[in-house]
């Protein structure tokens, strides 16, 4: 019914800066909270961002002042720009997203992307 398809990883030296991309598609009335995670090899999977419909945003002390997260709802699309990358940054990145399908209903499913490879070494 929805995909969510991310993109923008790569492999980027210390200090260097990515943008990563999630867009939703398929069968979408309104996005709510949209959001990041990641997972670092033998890590549990932990959150980076989220961001509600209004732009309302939560941080992890982590990333805080250094990644930026931001969307635009005419796409149904959320981005993560990071900069300031450490090694610890290193993992998969997960999008994340409430929808809800039909003007009739008012529950909302909630989806995970396939994930993107973020790595940061010299």
């Known amino acids: 019914q929805v995909q969510l398809v991310e993109s923008g990883g790569d492999l980027v030296q210390p200090g260097g800066s990515l943008r990563l991309s999630c867009a939703a598609s398929?069968?979408?009335?309104?996005?709510?909270?949209m959001g990041w995670y990641r997972q670092a090899p033998e890590k549990q999977r932990e959150l980076v961002a989220t961001i509600t419909r209004g732009g309302g945003t939560n941080y992890a002390d982590s990333v805080k002042g250094r990644f930026t997260i931001s969307r635009d709802n005419a796409k149904n699309t959320v981005y993560l720009q990071m900069s300031s990358l450490k090694p610890e940054d290193t993992a998969v990145y997960y999008c994340n997203a409430a929808i809800r399908h039909s003007a009739y209903f008012t529950t909302t499913t909630n989806y995970w992307g396939q994930g993107t490879q973020v790595t940061v070494s010299s």
């Open positions: 398929g069968t979408i009335f309104s996005v709510y909270d």
